[in-house]
């Protein structure tokens, strides 16, 4: 809404204010050769029979009946006032309306563009690199942390992705996955559970305590070596769980 809008209402008035003006003009008009008429009937009537007065002149202006379309003329013009006055407040809310809304939308705006800046900042700072980064840690120490506190460690820990750095002490195997046990300075032992695919195409040779290539038949890792570990923390039993491991510097992908 607009002040054309306005404008529009206006422009329809104003054929009917021009119309409420000529009605009367034209009326009168009408009203004086009767008026006329009667008068010289009147004269006539006196010349000739000598019994009309003016009296009855006046009753003959009385009897003519003013049409009812002039005598509402007064009632039809405060209505159409009332009529322009109503609509021109409604055109006064609504820009109001209007004006207020713009303001709200401006405020929106600017409350999103305080957001996207915000995140902006927070995505350059924690970039995606750090945010898959995964915690870094020997399994000595992570083992310490659930024996400290279990509940806040599970708490910082479990379902993170963590680096253990640890010595192996022996393997499991099973028919999906091999196990590799990292030894600690406690009791407690990491193990790490290794899937057997096509990414890890390898098998344990228990008597031995090594892991070989089903490829090649080459050595993979033995017990007593170091390694890091690569995984998800489930937290800790018995022993300590970490899911979904890879050995960082084992290449042990099927080849055809």
């Known amino acids: ?29 009408l009203w004086l050769p009767g008026l006329a008429l009667a008068q010289s009937g009147g004269e006539k009537e006196s010349s000739g029979g000598g019994g009309s007065s ?33 609509t021109a407040q409604t055109v006064e809310d609504l820009r109001m309306e209007v004006s207020a809304l713009r303001e709200e939308v401006e405020a929106l705006k600017s409350e999103n563009a305080e957001l996207r800046d ?14 898959l980064k995964p915690v ?11 024996r400290d506190d279990r509940e806040g460690a599970a708490k910082q820990f479990n379902r993170r992705y963590l680096r253990v750095v640890g010595m192996i002490e022996g393997f499991e195997t099973g028919t999906q996955e091999i196990v ?26 228990a008597s031995q305590d090594r892991v070989i290539s089903r490829n090649d038949r080459s050595t993979l890792l033995t017990a007593g070596q170091p390694v890091a570990v690569i995984g998800t ?24």
């Open 54 to 86: 003016l009296g009855d002149l006046l009753n003959k202006v009385k009897d003519i009946k003013v049409p009812d379309s002039v005598s509402n003329l007064p009632n039809q013009l405060t209505e159409l006032k009332n009529a322009y006055l109503e």
């Open 233 to 256: 923390c489930e937290g800790m039993g018995l022993d300590l769980k970490l899911s979904n491991c890879r050995i960082e510097g084992v290449n042990a992908r099927k080849t055809e």
């Open 180 to 205: 590799v046990i990292l030894r600690s300075e406690a009791d407690t032992r990491v193990r790490c559970h290794v899937k057997r695919d096509a990414n890890f195409h390898a098998e344990v040779l």
């Open 1 to 29: 809404m607009n002040w054309s809008n306005s404008s529009r209402a206006a422009s329809r008035l104003l054929p009917l204010l021009a119309l409420a003006l000529w009605l009367p003009g034209l009326a009168l008009a």
């Open 136 to 146: 870094e840690m020997s399994a000595t120490e992570l083992v310490q942390a659930y």
């Open 118 to 131: 915000a995140v902006g900042d927070k995505v350059a700072t924690d970039s995606r690199s750090d945010l």
